[in-house]
């Protein structure tokens, strides 16, 4: 019956010291660094990472949120191992190991591959497919706002101006009601003034002939808007 994957670390936990750690020499590099420089050496071994597929491009333009959508998109697909950067990154969470030394860990998920026939370069390529994929899609989707962004500021500026117009052109309307209304209010104030001229002709000439003048000079007093009068453009009552 075959193992579990997390059952082959104690193969390696439990192997002495001098036999876990390999002699150094003086002026050798450490495993850790031997091990980041393979990492950078698969990564930098992948092709350039290509322009946005359509399917990552319409997977940003839904607005996805699910990683796994985005993967699907850009075309990854687990090895036929089963082996993913995602399966041993829950390697290293589980409740087996996840408390243990970060050598040991590490140890124990590389024992754990090299049983399930998954090489160590097939995960990291995996890790930076996946990487890409992500980054892809964030571009796409940051191209999308600034499209977005853009285009709004436009129908923004465009609304503006718009309202500009219609404001000045309710303005230049308003305006023109005021400088109606002081127009006429100008030709209203002329004509009383020479009405009540031509009332103080007539009471003249009737005050000759009367003890109680009945011609008003003055006029009834406006009672509404137009009731505001010019200084000077009162006259006298007798």
Do not use: C
């Not at 050798?28 to 990492?39: G, T």
């Not at 000045?168 to 009405?195: G, H, T, V």
């Not at 009731?227 to 006259?235: F, I, L, N, T, V």
């Amino acid at each position: 019956m075959s193992k579990k994957w997390h059952e082959y670390f104690f193969s390696v936990n439990d192997r002495p010291a001098e036999e876990n750690a390999p002699p150094h020499e003086a002026g050798a590099e450490s495993p850790s660094a031997n091990a980041a420089q393979a990492v950078a050496d698969i990564a930098a071994s992948l092709a350039p990472q290509p322009p946005p597929s359509p399917a990552v491009a319409r997977s940003a333009a839904a607005n996805t949120t699910s990683f796994q959508e985005i993967y699907d998109a850009a075309a990854i697909q687990p090895p036929p191992h089963g082996f993913t950067i995602m399966k041993v990154g829950e390697m290293l969470r589980s409740e087996h190991i996840r408390n243990l030394p970060r050598d040991v860990k590490r140890s124990s998920v590389l024992v754990a591959l090299e049983a399930a026939g998954a090489p160590l370069q097939e995960i990291i390529e995996d890790a930076v497919k996946r990487d890409r994929a992500l980054d892809t899609f964030e571009r796409v989707q940051e191209k999308s706002l600034a499209d977005l962004e853009a285009a709004k500021t436009k129908e923004n500026q465009q609304i503006q101006a718009e309202m500009d117009r219609v404001v000045a052109d309710y303005r230049a309307r308003m305006q023109a009601n005021s400088d109606a209304i002081a127009k006429e209010k100008e030709r209203f104030f002329a004509w009383r003034l020479k009405k009540q001229e031509e009332e103080q002709k007539i009471s003249d000439a009737v005050s000759y002939f009367v003890t109680e003048n009945p011609i008003t000079t003055a006029g009834p007093r406006p009672t509404g808007p137009a009731a505001a009068e010019p200084a000077g453009a009162g006259a006298s009552e007798k």
